[in-house]
């Protein structure tokens, strides 16, 4: 079955440092990747989208990488800020059902001062 | 970037009440959108494809008689949940795409709307 993987479990690190979120997927062929970031209580914001073509991504602290090798992207935040707090949700194409966005269950990245 | 509002962001109403959410995209033409919902601590889990003019695509296990999708214009899609009962309570999204929102666009989301069914 397809599957996407983040880590549920909460990533906690310093200001400053640089945090790295995995999104691994199994049973898919995504032609585009996306990240977006979710604050409680609200929905979605759309921060970048990768294709399968493109190796790495990047957007002012933000880099993605897609590695469709190992099925694997990974999410970094340098120089990260506690204002960068939140949850991240990757999510794929899925070829088998008209390219329509399946989310992973996000990851929450607590950043302290 | 566009914007999607979603209305209204919290309801708390006793069982058997319907409840209609709206979902208008302010600055662009959404031909499709889609209706999420999201447990706590869980992804999102799409309920349905709504696009303008037509009947929506329901996603497998939604009930289509229980959640009434109206997408009758190029801004606004409805979801309306009928006889609601405690296990409707969630979190429902709506978002669209500003090209049909593919893989390949992003996804414009609205807040949300917080259903509470005592």
């Known amino acids: 079955s397809q599957k996407i993987e983040q880590n549920s479990e909460a990533l906690n690190i310093q200001e400053g440092k640089t945090a790295t979120l995995t999104c691994n997927y199994t049973n898919y062929s995504p032609a585009y990747l996306q990240w977006y970031r979710q604050d409680p209580g609200r929905g979605p914001v759309f921060l970048l989208l990768i294709r399968e073509n493109e190796k790495e991504k990047r957007k002012e602290r933000l880099k993605v990488t897609f590695d469709t090798t190992l099925k694997q992207s990974l999410f970094h935040i340098t120089a990260s800020q506690p204002a960068d707090s939140a949850t991240y949700l990757c999510?794929?194409?899925?070829?088998?059902?008209?390219?329509?966005?399946?989310f992973g269950g996000g990851t929450r990245l607590m950043v302290k001062p | 970037g566009a914007v999607v509002s979603q209305h209204p962001s919290w309801v708390i109403c006793k069982s058997g009440t319907s409840v209609k959410i709206e979902c208008r995209s302010l600055?662009?033409?959404?031909?499709?959108m889609f209706w999420y919902r999201q447990f706590p601590k869980q992804s999102l889990m799409l309920m349905a494809t709504?696009?303008?003019?037509?009947?929506?695509?329901?996603e497998q296990g939604v009930e289509k008689d229980k959640f009434l999708i109206n997408h009758a214009s190029l801004t606004l899609s409805t979801l309306t949940v009928t006889s609601a009962h405690p296990e409707d309570s969630s979190f429902y999204i709506c978002s669209a795409g500003s090209k049909g929102g593919w893989g390949n666009q992003p996804q414009h989301f609205g807040d949300g709307t917080r259903l509470s069914i005592l």
């Open positions: 999510a794929l194409d899925n070829n088998n059902a008209g390219n329509m966005l399946t």
């Open positions: 600055d662009f033409q959404a031909t499709t």
């Open positions: 709504s696009n303008e003019g037509s009947k929506a695509t329901y």
